[in-house]
């Protein structure tokens, strides 16, 4: 559904929404079981929540596309993930926690190595450490450029996000990451016009950066990539007349709610203690997206039991979420992270919606298989927001 | 999937991907068994094959919509029918292996018969041998125009194919031919400004051929519709990064391949002859389509017994298809024929793809009603290239 649509729609009453996300939920079936991570962990009260919910899968993105964080997040927040397009440098500033403004422009930076030619030898400077990124990042940060803020700030490893903040400055520079090796950086080129006087301060800065650098090999140079602003979207709470609050412990989840207006909850590492935050703060909301990293991780590691642990840990917590009695709980993921693959996958996500009016499935259990019997069949991630919206009551009636 | 989409995901690898069209697949029930033609025929290879693949079932065009073989191969190739049109006099040109080029202006001819008074008595001129079409062909090739090449081409029975060939010609001409009878032939007229001189050309080819053909009832007279340029549309190598190659008999479907920047491979009228050229040219390409017609022509024919004969022909050639080990093999049709119907139809088709990753099927079987438990569920036909994609590792993942 369009935005424009959902804002028709919506009104607001007293009942409450929550989502909670089980980052990179779907599987793949091991290769020794045929049963998928789902499948094989004991989720006794997932599987009791599906039998008293809608069904189905969400599509992310569209068919065969694996989604980023950000697009998966997005559709489920409502926002047409092809529409509402995060440019990179944005996603690293707001996954830092950086408190990006609407003048600044940010870029994903990664220390790299020249070679005596100057060519690129290792476009990740051979992933130095944490600790001396943030040493280099210290050293970067002494250099000044007219008319503009510069910050520099360390994430991990080789990598750091570049904010320039001024006046009309631009994100139409094309990346000098060249994205290769055995190549030299690019030069900051403007993409437009307008990208100009932007360009000119990054190549400042890349000039400037060259020369502090010049005797830290392997980390002698930088790459830069994704120059983008901040996006001006309409935020959940003008759009589906919400109060938005997210759990999320990780910053990049708590990053892309903010772009869609939600309020960032501080909170713990655990489950138990989004929960306690979703509590605490139950009378002040009336949407919360809670998000579990822990999955996905371990999905990414190849880790099948590790995943299925997590999702046992993910079971156990059920409780203590319908204790809160929400008017209408959404469990589903991101996208799919098959430890078999150990990548973010298009295979659609496990999806289950648990309100009052939703219409009896023949789901005995929360997982691939059993949910292919679900009412809502495969369906795009955008619309559960809507579908929420109809069950919490939210959406008046459309036309007469 | 809009192909600016595909473009930005498409990576290049070794992986090969093969789409088996059989021809008019979907059927319905026979009255008296209640069984399709899928489920009437002994289909042991492709029931295998459903059991190891996810299955579905594709949807042409749109719900409702009845295909020409051109929609519906082009949505299998990746390209929205509804927006990549081929307009009518192009399908027939390229159907003959004309070797259509982009200034060419290519329409559909029919041989007629005209009263006394000048009014169409029948549409098909009594459906003339195709050899007196060559005949009548050969005397209208004597007709030259100023400023343009005239090509006609015989096709079947009463119908043949006009090209003209020049610069600055244009396609917006409105059909000569009334699609009625009773009534006299339609004058060639411009549809807009860029029509008018192509007009003027078609109009004295017809008064010259009318002068030709009059003493010939009953072909006395043509008519034209369908007047169309070679659209110029993106490649499949362009847009999806792949070495495409058709494996069709039928000149139309190598024509279609064509237009999507295919490479069509001579071979012979059998499925054996098509899998004989697949495997001479397997390390050449990394994408084939191979055609299979005669299901559709037996569907087409209302012979329910030979349709399900036809598919135990297919049956038989699995193996061989298996045995070169491609990496995604997909299985469809580009529409339904069912047998009990004797057209082109509206129903989804029976759609499976076998790859690594697919997440396991509960589908015992390759037909109508067992495919109902597949994964894919009904999908756009669109979408089976992008997910084959996936499959093959050949999209990257969407944002960060």
């Known amino acids: 559904m369009n935005l424009d649509l959902a804002r028709e729609l919506s009104i607001q009453n007293d009942t409450k929404i929550v989502l909670l996300v089980i980052d990179g939920l779907g599987g793949l079936p091991h290769r020794e079981t045929g049963r998928t991570e789902l499948e094989s962990a004991y989720t006794t009260h997932l599987d009791l929540l599906a039998?008293?919910?809608?069904?189905?899968?969400?599509?992310?993105?569209?068919?065969?596309?694996?989604?980023?964080?950000?697009?998966?997040?997005?559709?489920?927040f409502g926002y047409d993930p092809l529409k509402y397009a995060v440019g990179r440098g944005v996603l690293e500033a707001v996954g830092i926690d950086f408190d990006l403004q609407s003048q600044d422009v940010a870029a994903r930076g990664n220390f790299c190595t020249l070679d005596d030619g100057g060519l690129v030898s290792d476009r990740r400077a051979g992933r130095i450490s944490t600790e001396l990124c943030a040493e280099l990042v210290a050293e970067l940060r002494k250099i000044r450029l007219d008319g503009a803020h510069l910050f520099v700030e360390p994430v991990r490893e080789h990598r750091f996000v570049l904010v320039i903040r001024g006046d009309g400055l631009s994100d139409a520079v094309a990346d000098t990451d060249p994205q290769a090796e055995g190549v030299p950086p690019l030069p900051a080129r403007a993409i437009s016009r307008e990208g100009e006087a932007t360009a000119r301060l990054v190549s400042r800065f890349v000039e400037e950066a060259g020369r502090i650098l010049a005797d830290k090999a392997p980390a002698n140079m930088l790459l830069l990539r994704g120059f983008a602003k901040r996006p001006e979207w309409p935020s959940m709470s003008e759009v589906f007349k919400l109060r938005p609050a997210a759990v999320a412990y990780y910053p990049m989840y708590?990053?892309?709610?903010?772009?869609?207006?939600?309020?960032?909850?501080?909170?713990?590492?655990?489950?138990?203690?989004?929960?306690?935050?979703?509590?605490?703060n139950w009378a002040h909301f009336d949407?919360?997206?809670?998000?579990?990293?822990?999955?996905?991780?371990?999905?990414?590691?190849?880790?099948?039991?590790?995943?299925?642990?997590?999702?046992?840990?993910?079971?156990?917590?059920?409780?203590?979420?319908?204790?809160l009695e929400p008017d209408v709980l959404m469990v589903t993921g991101d996208h799919s992270t098959p430890a078999v693959m150990g990548v973010h996958s298009w295979h659609p996500v496990p999806f289950m919606m648990r309100a009052r009016w939703t219409r009896a499935d023949e789901c005995g259990a929360f997982n691939e298989t059993a949910l292919r019997k679900g009412s809502l069949g495969t369906f795009p991630a955008v619309d559960a927001l809507p579908l929420a919206m109809a069950h919490a009551g939210r959406f008046r009636k459309y036309g007469a």
Do not use: N, W
């Open 254 to 280: 708590r990053g892309l709610a903010r772009l869609v207006g939600m309020q960032a909850l501080p909170t713990g590492p655990g489950l138990e203690d989004s929960i306690a935050t979703l509590r605490e």
């Open 51 to 76: 039998k008293a919910s809608a069904c189905g899968f969400t599509l992310p993105v569209a068919p065969g596309v694996a989604p980023g964080s950000g697009p998966g997040h997005l559709a489920l």
């Open 287 to 323: 949407y919360v997206f809670i998000h579990y990293k822990y999955t996905d991780t371990a999905g990414e590691d190849r880790d099948f039991e590790r995943k299925a642990a997590k999702l046992e840990e993910v079971d156990a917590a059920i409780p203590s979420l319908l204790a």
